[in-house]
């Protein structure tokens, strides 16, 4: 009876097929609950729209007087604000819970995932879905469709960067979360994280200068998040995608890697006097 | 067979003691102080297949600390424990597979959505085939008779609404083993109850094995057969519930009013509270006999009224956590002492207690003595 | 002369509740802190890097920087006053408050006004610090300030004009925190009118949302000078200088006849907004008391 229980976990349970069928159910679930939110989704939209209008303008005015900044003209630009915008909202959209993680931690809500077989990282991220970020999502689209000379290669470096760039974000999210299981509350740090790797990655690479930069290629990756991509796009450098790939998925895993270390240290709620 | 075997399990939680100094920051950040709390200490209990047991004590006693290390949630300090053949500190999500968790405080549905979403996507988690979860969802929608309310966002459903379709959620993979953290905390009277029926219901229907935290006393008598009780981490009382129930049908309160104004001889039993016409008394009946009190309490005078009641369950688990804490601080005073050094003080104290507060702390010791043993 | 000094008191404490307020939060303060440090260090790159030794619309790097630090204030100090009061709208708070004897509008303003001053003082002491380790000094306008002459004043006529200049230049630098503080108030008013939409809208935060990107684009990010001239004149019609620019501009590139234009403009605005805030208050607490909140 043992041998036969045995058999059936290592048939069945857990298998990459039943990760993507949760994982299908849970965007599934993600769609429905925006539509449930339909104005409050309009809203978020347009005001994303909005927003990222105003910082065009911006730039348009800023380039026309100056001709360029740091090597990127008008276009290379708005590729990286469409490209970094998609890639954001894409990872806010399927882990919804990333910027959340620490707040769970604090209040003892990951014990709903623990209680459940899946993988407690990934059920965590994946049980939640932002509606703003679907407008992120939707402008780079609407950047790309916009930029004159776009040619189904363009598009295709475009799409299959997208999920690396998510990735990305979703690591360093996860990992400036997961402070919180070693110092606390961490909120500050991990927003100024957040919000640092997200600035950096908007504006182009030349701006920087080479005392620091090394950083954005290591703990603030806007460099594959943004930099490399946008060479990529305009080299059509296609033996980066896959590179790109790779250290994307190399992040994720130490990303998780220190989410599980923090777990150890998870008590539940017990110790934390942070409940609001 | 056992369902669930604990050995001398522990918890320590290291908390962070902040003083009320003007530099409290500065040594903190240097040399912070730690305070351990055992959460529980060395709790050991078994819980055989198809029981329903309760878990019980005051808030802060271990209840929930204790259910959260045999799911896998939080690791203990030491000691050890098997649910289902499994160590739940290392196999935890083989574990998950077959236990059903409801948290009264933490929901496994989705906050904005129907519970039928949330019971789609728990399909997936528990990976059961469409048709099987078609199948199941239909059964435990019909036995709780969530129809009316299965597909509106889970936060305009009443509290009660949202625990019926919690457990029902929590038995969708079919669990041999159900864990009910205070399932019915918060719940008004009636929604208390519906709850209180399914579950008697489901523990004969489903053939699963339940274990309830909950410090409502009315949870456990209708629904238990077991109870083990909790106090300061440490099990105090293990035994059935008949026992339990026993004990508290030892002890009774008489009332009484006459007509008229009378004079109360009651042979050496004090009334509780007393007026000229009307008295309550509280017998122990292994003492004294019911029948013969009822008959002297008659031939006073023209009897107007006469209630016998029952010790609520609440008093009789009162005078047991009494009884520990006392017992505790006489450990304390006693310690190094010679044995039987030991058991004389704990004899006079005794004494002392019962002429203070009157028999209720006195036979409540012995119980708890028998609860120990 | 009671009542005004009872009123007075009012306002005072109203303030002071705000300050304690924000004491408690002074932790979730720091990240603020955090990210418009790192804004103005990205945005110094990027003038760094495309304005070199060069200048555009008369504004050099130094000169770009220090507007940039300026301008950003009222964003991050002054700007989120909507939220707060949104919220409170929401909450059911505002109607609550709305049957306390007191002035409601005014109320809220000493009470925002008075939350945002540390935030205010902060960001200024920031702003200063970071400006001269990025430029190395103050833009020429104010760096041209040195100590009061005071013995030449003794010596006739020349000389009290020196020191008057002296004075003077002293005085420009209290320009900046007047202009900033008017700006705060400008600020406040219309995003209190902004805010009090609540009373017919459920979802308003759009209006809120449009007004914010319009002032980021007409004078946070970038000079009203660097505008399209068909835009420029459009512009200085509306509040929006009055909100950025205007601080940042007595900051950038001082003379008095322009500053006084800006910060007269900023009163008007401030008059215009408080009759705008009163106008929207008073209609929507008109609708409350009819239909019964």
């Not at chain 1, 360093?172 to 509350?185: K, P, Q, R, T, V």
């Not at chain 2, 000691?79 to 948290?103: C, E, H, M, N, Y």
Request: with cysteine; charged share 15%; hydrophobic share 50%.
């Amino acid at each position: 009876m043992i041998t036969e229980k045995k058999k059936q976990t290592t048939l069945r349970r857990n298998s990459l097929g039943s990760y993507l069928r949760f994982m299908a159910m849970a965007f599934r679930i993600n769609v429905k609950s925006v539509l449930e939110y339909r104005v409050n989704f309009m809203l978020q939209f347009f005001g994303m729209m909005l927003n990222n209008a105003a910082f065009a303008a911006f730039w348009a005015v800023l380039i026309e007087r100056t001709g360029g900044v740091g090597g990127y003209g008008f276009a290379d630009i708005m590729f990286v604000w469409g490209f970094v915008s998609s890639g954001f909202g894409l990872a806010h959209i399927v882990f919804g819970n990333i910027r959340g993680l620490s707040r769970i931690a604090i209040e003892g809500g990951l014990d709903v995932y623990l209680l459940q077989p899946k993988d407690p990282w990934l059920n965590l991220l994946a049980s939640r879905t932002i509606v703003s970020a679907w407008g992120d999502f939707v402008y780079g689209f609407i950047i790309m469709l916009l930029l004159p000379g776009i040619g189904i290669e363009r598009w295709l470096i475009f799409l299959s960067l997208l999920v690396p760039s998510a990735l990305l974000f979703s690591a360093i999210f996860s990992a400036a979360e997961s402070l919180c299981f070693f110092m606390g509350n961490s909120s500050s740090i991990s927003s100024a994280i957040s919000e640092f790797l997200l600035t950096f990655s908007l504006y182009p690479e030349g701006v920087h200068a080479g005392w620091y930069k090394w950083i954005l290629y290591s703990l603030i990756p806007s460099a594959y998040i943004a930099f490399v991509p946008l060479h990529v796009f305009q080299s059509l450098s296609w033996p980066l995608v896959p590179l790109l790939w790779g250290i994307a998925i190399v992040y994720i895993l130490l990303a998780r890697l220190l989410f599980r270390q923090g777990l150890r240290r998870y008590e539940s709620g017990n110790r934390m006097d942070a409940r609001i | 067979m056992s369902v669930i075997q604990v050995q001398q399990l522990s918890k320590q939680f290291r908390t962070r003691v902040s003083s009320q100094q003007k530099t409290a920051w500065l040594t903190k950040l240097f040399r912070p102080q730690y305070r351990s709390i055992d959460a529980v200490k060395q709790v050991s209990f078994s819980v055989e297949e198809g029981e329903v047991v309760a878990f019980l004590g005051p808030n802060g006693a271990g209840k929930s600390t204790t259910i959260k290390m045999l799911t896998g949630i939080l690791q203990p300090s030491g000691g050890s424990s098997t649910v289902l053949g499994f160590d739940p500190a290392k196999q935890r999500r083989q574990l998950a597979w077959q236990i059903g968790s409801v948290f009264g405080q933490r929901s496994q549905l989705w906050f904005h959505l129907p519970p039928a979403d949330s019971f789609r996507l728990l399909g997936a988690i528990y990976e059961l085939e469409p048709s099987v979860l078609a199948r199941r969802t239909a059964e435990l929608v019909e036995r709780f008779a969530l129809q009316d309310y299965f597909d509106v966002a889970v936060r305009k459903l009443s509290l009660g609404q949202r625990i019926r379709c919690e457990i029902a959620a929590s038995l969708l993979h079919k669990p041999r083993l159900l864990f009910l953290d205070e399932p019915t905390i918060g719940l008004d009277v009636v929604a208390r109850r519906e709850i209180r029926s399914l579950l008697s219901e489901l523990n004969s229907v489903e053939k699963v094995t339940v274990f309830i935290t909950s410090h409502d006393m009315g949870d456990i008598a209708k629904v238990c057969k077991r109870a083990i009780i909790i106090h300061h981490g440490e099990v105090v009382v293990d035994e059935s519930m008949k026992d339990l129930k026993h004990r508290a049908l030892a002890k009774k309160y008489v009332g009484v009013r006459y007509q008229e104004p009378v004079q109360f001889s009651t042979g050496g039993l004090q009334p509780l509270k007393a007026t000229d016409r009307s008295a309550s008394f509280e017998i122990d009946t292994r003492q004294h006999s019911l029948p013969e009190l009822v008959r002297r309490l008659s031939g006073l005078g023209e009897l107007e009224d006469i209630t016998i009641e029952d010790e609520p369950l609440e008093n009789v688990i009162a005078d047991i956590y009494a009884a520990r804490s006392e017992q505790a601080a006489r450990n304390v005073t006693a310690g190094g002492r010679a044995k039987d050094a030991a058991a004389k003080s704990a004899g006079s104290g005794k004494e002392a207690a019962g002429a203070d507060n009157g028999r209720t702390t006195g036979s409540g010791e012995s119980q708890a003595a028998g609860g120990l043993s | 002369m009671s009542t005004l000094r009872m009123r007075l008191r009012a306002a005072g404490a109203a303030a002071a509740i705000g300050l304690k307020d924000k004491l408690a939060y002074r932790i979730n303060f720091g990240g603020t802190m955090l990210t418009y440090a790192l804004f103005v260090f990205v945005f110094s790159r990027i003038w760094a890097s495309s304005l070199g030794d060069s200048s555009i619309a008369g504004y050099n790097y130094s000169m770009m920087v220090w507007y940039f630090i300026v301008a950003e204030i009222p964003l991050f100090a002054l700007g989120r006053f909507f939220w707060t009061l949104s919220r409170d709208m929401k909450s059911g708070q505002v109607a609550y408050q709305l049957s306390r004897p007191y002035d409601f509008v005014a109320y809220q303003f000493w009470e925002r006004i008075g939350s945002a001053l540390p935030d205010l003082l902060i960001l200024m002491l920031e702003g200063l610090l970071i400006g001269l380790l990025l430029t190395g000094g103050f833009p020429p306008a104010l760096a041209a300030v040195g100590p009061p002459d005071i013995a030449a004043a003794s010596t006739g006529l020349a000389g009290t004009a020196a020191a008057a200049t002296g004075v003077a230049a002293w005085l420009r630098l209290l320009f900046v925190p007047l202009s900033l503080l008017l700006s705060g108030i400008v600020n406040f008013y219309l995003q209190f009118a902004l805010s009090m939409t609540a009373f017919w809208l459920e979802e308003n935060e759009a209006f809120f949302w449009i007004f914010q990107k319009i002032a980021l684009v007409v004078g946070t990010l970038l000079p009203i000078e660097f505008l399209p001239e068909a835009a420029q004149r459009i512009v200085v019609w509306t509040p929006f200088p009055y909100i950025a620019y205007a601080p940042a501009r007595i900051m950038t590139a001082f003379e008095l006849s322009g500053a006084l234009r800006l910060i007269a403009g900023q009163l008007l605005w401030a008059v215009i907004g408080l009759a705008l805030a009163r106008l929207v208050f008073r209609a929507g607490s008109r609708k409350i008391a009819v239909n019964g909140g």
